[in-house]
């Protein structure tokens, strides 16, 4: 199995991937991407694959810079800055906050994002059909998703009364995740306990509250921090068999109960294809930002056993993995 291994430089701000040597025959396409987490390999992999399927091969005509955060929001400024300065064809932004930081850092280099739940909304663009301005991209969230979240939560802890939500105040965009989630619950007769993450430190405290004002189960909200803290999160989760429903799918093979939502590989792998018209020369503000088509749901029922759950048969036929 093919994978790069990262080569952590400055203090973990910067990453670049391995080559094999130079074959330049002609342009050389520089591609920058930020990340407010940590990098994994497995959504990068893809894009790297489908830039080479449309024809822009790493080590021969195209070259990756790549910054990452590691979870520490005040660097993503900075970090924005860095690539600006390297004046990269495109620059691929991951999350709603790498995307604003960029947006200020730049009005001239195209800006492709991935993994942003309302790009209207959190003003990185006029409208998904005409963004205007430098940037484009791929959302991770449709209206219907937090209600789908409750849902399912809902089905598989039929009991509950209280349900607690896992944010971060200084993400934008988790700020619209928390107004649906909560609308939801409350028309299912729910109270809403939402307790914050803004660093990797405040997890432990959000995590505690949440136990302590007996949440039934935990909704975890889209975010760097929680991603980056998953294990953690999911490992508490056991401790208190508390139930836990993830954003990303690939969540509920690490040890998530229900994870649902938009794969990142293939939010890369259509980021992938708006580099590739950037770079051919169509202008960001003219190509239409991208909505998920698809959503997938990864049940764990290791998890469910450890938990002394039964997940509803309905949800089981409904999932496009299970993990036994």
């Given at each position: ?8 430089l ?9 080559h094999?040597g ?11 991407l930020?990340?407010?987490g ?5 959504p990068?992999d ?28 005040e ?18 932004a ?7 930081a960029?947006?200020?850092?730049t009005?001239?280099i ?14 990185l663009?006029r409208s998904l059909a ?11 969230w ?17 009991n509950a ?5 896992l944010w971060?105040?200084?993400n ?8 649906d989630?909560?609308?939801?619950l ?8 939402p307790v914050?993450?803004?660093s ?13 004002g007996?949440?039934?189960?935990l909704i ?7 991603s ?13 068999r ?18 649902y939502?938009?794969?990142d590989?293939?939010?890369?792998r ?12 169509k202008?960001?503000?003219?190509l ?5 088509d698809?959503?997938?749901?990864v049940?764990?029922?290791r998890t469910?056993k ?6 509803p048969p ?9 993990i036994?």
């Open positions: 199995m093919r994978r790069r291994d990262f080569l952590i400055a203090g973990g701000a910067a990453a670049a991937w391995p094999l130079w074959a330049q025959q002609g342009k050389v396409y520089k591609v920058g930020l990340i407010g940590f990098p994994t390999t497995r990068v893809a894009f790297v694959d489908e830039m080479r399927r449309l024809g822009y091969v790493e080590g021969q005509n195209l070259a990756i810079e790549l910054r990452a955060a590691e979870s520490m929001a660097r993503v400024p900075m970090l924005a800055a860095q690539l600006v300065a390297l004046q990269p064809d495109v620059i691929i991951r999350s709603t906050p790498t995307a604003l960029l947006k200020h850092a009005t001239s195209p800006i492709v994002f991935v993994i942003v739940t309302d790009p209207v909304g959190t003003g663009i005409h963004p205007g301005g430098n940037i484009t991209g791929v959302t991770d449709a209206a219907e998703l937090g209600a789908k979240h409750v849902e399912m939560i809902t089905e598989t802890v039929p009364s209280r349900m607690a939500v971060n105040p200084r934008p965009a988790n700020t619209i995740i928390l107004r989630i909560e609308k939801a409350t028309q299912r007769g729910l109270a809403t306990i914050s993450a803004t990797p430190d405040d997890l432990p405290a959000a995590l505690e509250q949440a136990a302590a007996n949440a039934d189960a975890v909200a889209s975010d760097t921090v929680a980056a803290n998953r294990q953690k999160i999911i490992e508490f989760l056991a401790q208190k508390m139930p836990g429903i993830f954003p990303v799918p690939s969540q509920a093979r690490d040890g998530a109960l229900i994870a939502g938009v794969d590989a293939e939010s890369y259509h980021a992938a294809r708006l580099v590739a018209r950037i770079l051919e020369g202008n960001p503000a003219e239409p930002a991208e909505e998920p698809r959503f997938e749901l049940i764990n029922l469910a450890a938990l002394g759950l039964t997940i309905s949800l089981l036929a409904s999932a496009d993995e299970v036994e």
